[in-house]
């Protein structure tokens, strides 16, 4: 009895029920703003008295001055050192295509062969001579030559800042605490906020281009070299120094060729990330394969595939030959002996003598700067073609009863209900909720970001188009976690499926944005429905990546001390891992949030309308206010995206 | 082992009052009555650890210093003080006659590449080099010609043995090895100070007494000073002339081996001592008293002789032995002295 009554009166801690918590009050504010929708629709758009209506006029206005300014015969100062970058920008670029129009053909062949065999190998060096071979079938010769050209300065200007930032980021933790919020900044930027500024100061033409690709391809390079910097053990930097070294040989001696695999990583990395813009550089003057593929998606959707085809095994090729190269100079496993290195040395300058000669007989034989003998240009167009006309057959199963379902199915049940949702909706009541549930979800700081970055929104007079890219964005991320949750958990479950999607995700992680939409241009053809799509493929691999280093990262002892009180594998799944996961996927939905809308802003080229299609707008009809102002509203979408669920993650590992 | 004391000799070494603070407002703490706070304390109160705390010691040449204490009592810390890799937060380090704490860039890099040398726990060995140009790496900062340097990284690595090792690199060798390439790019650069961070604890206690052994040969044969620190009591009674032994920060004792064994300062120095058998440690001179008259025939042993040693003849002697200092007597130890001193172990 007594025992009873001492029970009763001690009270439970009973965990509280999920609708008492934050996903209740979460469930409240998303009901609420249905009542709002069903009862008032429509009845609330932005109003105008809180719209800024003039800031297009007044950046155009900027930019006539500024172009009136700078063409003027003899500009001030300013102006002049201003055009002369830009000149040297254009120059670069065309100082490298001369140099392999210079080499003929078969010199670029050679050279780029024997590079990637002498420092890479065998098997880096043949998928080099392969994609050779398929630009001269692709019959893009030119075109690669241009794009890899643009590339190359872009990559070689990107490591000249970066590396040397890199390196005092790796020295000085105070540096690196400077620049680390303005990298992770200039990462959360879709690439399609910054093409309308850039084009304003600079101009359409390879200039920009190369600016674009810098501003996406410099954090990589400084990131990766700080971090190969700061792998240097200090007990070496310690050695060194009480050993009497200075600074300078400290950094020369020791960390530099002690990070030297993680500097090649570096340049691997900055030539992946400076080539997935070169698609994008396409639509600001970059020439090449990009040019071809955003003139060819509507004229000649086959001349977009090919040149999409060509970059992706540019993007391929690459990647191998440098993380070859990375690998086969890791001091730590690389002994050379001094005869090896002496044979090496000869190998070396046969090489260099190989490529001098072939140099030389192709002037003779008047080889040419470009490979026009034969291509399999229009034997592959047929083939393509063909394909096209079949995926685009109404009457078709794949049409009839795959895509084009699939397609509907997207845009019904998911872009156009959440479309009206937020679009049709009062404005204040879709703000306040928004701003409500990212304070649910992350805290009061990323609800205020989100509150003020909203407002910037509605105020530049964007509302209404981020509210719609705002759609699209949740129903791919949706998508997204879906794909990668499963996907993931699965593939830190299984070995064989963790070893069957490694080279898939390989691949999908190489490829530059803009390819992955594409294919879906022309399979599934219903508005937005391809950005959505690609903006999947090209997030999903990270989300999976993550969610399975997450699940693999638990520890093996809290699964074995599960296991060991009888708890079945599901539930060691669901109970343990996943849980003890949560960070890692979290991290994922961050990452995958940001990824997802860089790809669908880019949709807006190809009919996801929006603020995309604004700035695409903007850059092909010289609109540059109206693309300047979608730009801003990107960018304030990306940012509100980026705080309300990282602050998920901050949250709770502060807690 | 060289003797103890520097009678009328200048120390090589000279350490006054070293502080080390580590924490934000460091230079704040001392001067304030903050300092004779606890470590506990103190960073309770403002945050900062005191790593090292009012450390003073002089080296003489050719003498081996051994710093010694528990984990995070400063060692590390103070020895890095020494040359400057960490800033002492105050006090004064003499090295050769120079002051290091007033040095100026210049003469710090001067004094790093001439005077001193340095061998650490975890080797920090460069793994893009080979042995030779490891050893060869003092003298490549200073300057000096490849051809010239190698010679003398060869003829140092025949000193400690690796002379066939010389092409391969640290991450094919041993532990024991690669130690030795850091005792030989110490050694390469003709010090006069070596500094031993903790060289041996890394290494396996079988390894570790031959490293040992190593250094106390190379000991002999350079006569270097070095400071030594350790965690090792045995290492520590093996290798040192004069043993510092830390706690928190502060030196509770400093003295001979013998003045350690014999009377520890405090329980702390007591608690480490313990377990060392005394006899093992304690020499006749520690043991022996004045001889009286008639007491001057007895056998000899010199006066450096541990008590363990002298026992087989002292208790087969009918009389006391006589110590003798070169080829003076300087005391005299009987039975009783012997069985006291033994008698003595394990309290
Ligand atoms: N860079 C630093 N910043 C702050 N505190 C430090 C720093 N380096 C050392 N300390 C602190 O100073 C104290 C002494 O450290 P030190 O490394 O000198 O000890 P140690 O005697 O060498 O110990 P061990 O035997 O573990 O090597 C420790 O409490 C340590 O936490
Ligand atoms: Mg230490």
Redesign the pocket.
């Given at each position: 009895m007594a025992v009873a009554e001492a029970a009763q009166r001690i009270p439970h801690p009973l965990p509280a029920p999920w609708w008492r918590g934050k996903s209740g009050a979460a469930v409240l504010v998303v009901v609420a703003m249905l009542i709002a929708f069903l009862g008032w629709r429509n009845q609330g758009h932005w109003p105008a008295a809180l719209t800024w209506n003039s800031v297009g006029p007044h950046l155009d206005r900027f930019q006539t001055w500024l172009s009136d300014n700078r063409n003027v015969p003899d500009p001030n100062l300013a102006f002049r050192a201003f055009n002369g970058l830009a000149n040297f920008l254009d120059h670069l670029v065309a100082w490298s295509t001369r140099f392999f129009h210079w080499l003929t053909w078969a010199g670029t062949v050679v050279l780029g062969t024997l590079l990637v065999l002498r420092f890479g190998g065998r098997r880096a060096a043949l998928g080099v001579l392969a994609a050779f071979a398929s630009f001269a079938a692709l019959g893009l010769w030119e075109e690669s030559v241009e794009t890899f050209s643009l590339m190359l300065a872009a990559v070689s200007l990107s490591l000249l800042v970066g590396v040397p930032l890199g390196v005092l980021a790796g020295r000085s933790s105070r540096f690196n605490r400077a620049v680390t919020p303005v990298l992770d900044a200039m990462q959360i930027i879709p690439a399609f906020a910054y093409l309308m500024p850039v084009v304003i100061l600079f101009s359409v033409g390879p200039g920009a281009a190369v600016v674009t690709t810098m501003i996406y391809a410099v954090p990589p390079a400084i990131r990766i070299t700080a971090l190969g910097i700061r792998g240097v053990h200090p007990n070496t930097v310690e050695a060194a120094t009480a050993l009497g070294s200075t600074r300078w040989q400290v950094l020369t001696k020791v960390q530099l060729p002690l990070a030297r695999r993680m500097l090649l990583l570096s340049v691997n990395q900055t030539i992946l990330f400076a080539l997935s813009m070169v698609v994008i550089a396409g639509l600001i003057g970059g020439q090449g394969l990009g040019d071809s593929v955003t003139n060819g998606l509507y004229t000649d959707p086959a001349m977009a595939i090919f040149a999409g085809a060509a970059i992706v095994i540019m993007a391929i090729s690459l990647d191998r030959a440098t993380e070859a190269m990375a690998n086969r100079t890791d001091p730590a496993h690389r002994h050379l002996t001094a005869d090896r290195s002496r044979q090496l040395r000869t190998y070396t300058a046969a090489c260099a003598a190989a490529v001098g000669l072939t140099v030389v007989l192709g002037h003779v034989l008047n080889a040419g700067a470009d490979w026009s003998r034969w291509t399999a240009q229009d034997w592959l167009r047929q083939y393509v073609q063909r394909g096209l006309d079949y995926v685009q057959n109404p009457s078709t199963f794949l049409f009839r009863d795959l895509t084009n379902p699939t397609g509907n199915f997207i845009v019904q049940h998911g872009i156009q209900p959440l479309r009206s949702f937020f679009i049709e909706t009062p404005w204040p009541v879709t703000l306040i909720g928004l701003v409500l549930i990212a304070f649910l979800l992350s805290g009061l700081r990323p609800a205020l970001i989100a509150l003020v970055m909203l407002f910037v929104v509605g105020f530049v007079g964007e509302w209404t188009n981020a509210m719609d890219t705002f759609s699209q964005v949740l129903v791919a991320t949706v998508l997204t976690v879906i794909v990668g949750f499963v996907l993931g958990v699965w593939a830190a479950e299984n070995r064989y499926v963790s070893r069957a999607l490694r080279p898939i995700n390989d691949v999908l992680q190489t490829l530059p944005q803009l390819v992955y939409i594409i294919p879906f241009i022309y399979l599934m053809p219903v508005s937005g429905v391809p950005g959505i799509v690609a903006s999947v493929l090209y997030a999903a691999p990270v989300m999976i990546r993550l969610v399975q280093r997450g699940i693999e990262g638990v520890s093996p002892e809290t699964v074995e001390a599960a296991t060991a009180y009888g708890a079945t594998r599901l539930q060691v799944l669901l109970k343990v891992k996943i849980p003890l996961a949560r960070d890692a996927i979290m991290l994922g939905v961050n990452q995958a949030i940001i990824m997802v809308l860089a790809v669908v802003v880019i949709g807006g080229l190809v009919g996801s309308g929006a603020l995309g299609y604004e700035v695409a707008q903007g850059l092909q009809r010289n609109a540059f206010g109206l693309g300047v102002v979608a730009s801003i509203a990107i960018l304030a979408l990306g940012i509100t995206l980026d705080r309300v669920t990282q602050g998920r993650v901050r949250a709770r590992t502060q807690a | 082992m060289a003797s103890s004391n520097g009678n009328g000799r200048t120390p090589l070494i000279r350490a006054e009052g070293i502080w080390k603070i580590?924490?934000r407002n460091a230079n704040k703490v001392i001067g304030t009555p903050d300092v004779d706070l606890s470590?506990a304390e103190l960073r309770e109160k403002t945050g900062c650890?005191a790593?090292?705390r009012d450390v003073s010691f002089d080296v003489y040449p050719g003498e081996v210093f051994v710093v010694m204490?528990?984990?995070?009592?400063?060692?590390?810390?103070?020895v890095r003080t020494l040359i400057r890799l960490i800033e002492p937060t105050a006090g004064r380090v003499e090295i050769d006659g120079r002051d290091v704490t007033a040095a100026s860039r210049d003469q710090l890099l001067q004094m790093r590449r001439h005077t001193s040398s340095m061998v650490f726990q975890h080797f920090g060995l460069l793994a893009h080099r080979t042995v030779l140009d490891n050893v060869a790496f003092g003298l490549e900062v200073q300057g000096v010609a490849k051809s010239e340097r190698h010679a003398r990284a060869q003829e140092v690595l025949r000193l400690v043995g690796l002379e066939d090792a010389a092409g391969q690199f640290p991450d094919e060798l041993s532990g024991g090895m690669q130690q030795r390439v850091g005792l030989a790019r110490a050694f390469a650069v003709d010090p006069k100070v070596m500094l031993d961070a903790?060289p041996f604890s890394a290494l396996d206690p079988l390894i570790r007494r031959d490293m040992q052994d190593e250094v106390i040969r190379l000991q002999h044969e350079t006569g270097k000073t070095m400071v030594f620190?350790t965690?090792d009591l045995p290492e520590a009674l093996r290798l040192g002339d004069q043993i510092a032994i830390?706690r928190d920060?502060r030196v509770v004792q400093l003295g001979t081996p013998e003045e350690l064994v014999g009377s520890p300062a405090d329980d702390y120095v007591a608690n480490f001592v313990r377990d060392i058998p005394r006899s093992h440690v304690l020499t006749l001179r520690w043991i022996m008293r004045d001889a009286k008259p008639g007491e001057e025939d007895g056998p000899k042993l010199d006066v450096a002789t541990t008590v363990k040693r002298a026992v087989p003849l002292i208790s087969d002697s009918e009389r006391p032995v006589c110590a003798v200092d070169g080829g003076k007597i300087v005391g005299v130890v009987d039975k009783q002295a012997v069985l006291a001193a033994i008698a003595g172990e394990g309290d």
């Open positions: - | 580590f924490g470590r650890v790593a090292v204490g528990l984990s995070g009592s400063g060692k590390s810390t103070l903790e620190i965690h830390m920060g």
